[in-house]
């Protein structure tokens, strides 16, 4: 079984940086791609941002790209989503996935 923990939302101004983490258990970790996904209530959660399964490649939503970078620390099973530049359309639930499994969603709000 796998479970993800995110963390690191929150409240910021626009222009603001947050950094987003999400702790995993299991053994699958270094197996798999990993991904933050985002939802705003009403929409469809959408892809954020992707890592592959060793860190050397990743893609971004147009969105965010130039703003957000994933990174990942295979030795602490932990991604992160380092969030810069934040506008107020980045406000959502983030959410970690690792294969068919999904984080609780931390809450990020942009807004003076």
Do not use: H
């Amino acid at each position: 079984q796998v479970q993800l923990v995110e963390s690191g939302g929150g409240l910021v101004q626009p222009g603001g940086s947050l950094r987003l983490s999400c702790a995993a258990s299991g053994s699958i970790f270094g197996i798999y791609n990993m991904a933050w996904y985002r939802q705003v209530p009403g929409k469809q959660r959408e892809l954020v941002a992707r890592i592959t399964s060793g860190g050397g490649g990743t893609n971004y939503a147009d969105s965010v790209r130039g703003r957000f970078t994933i990174s990942r620390d295979n030795a602490k099973n932990t991604v992160y989503l380092q969030m810069n530049s934040l506008k107020s359309e980045d406000t959502a639930v983030y959410y970690c996935n690792l294969f068919t499994y999904w984080g609780q969603g931390t809450l990020v709000t942009v807004s003076e």
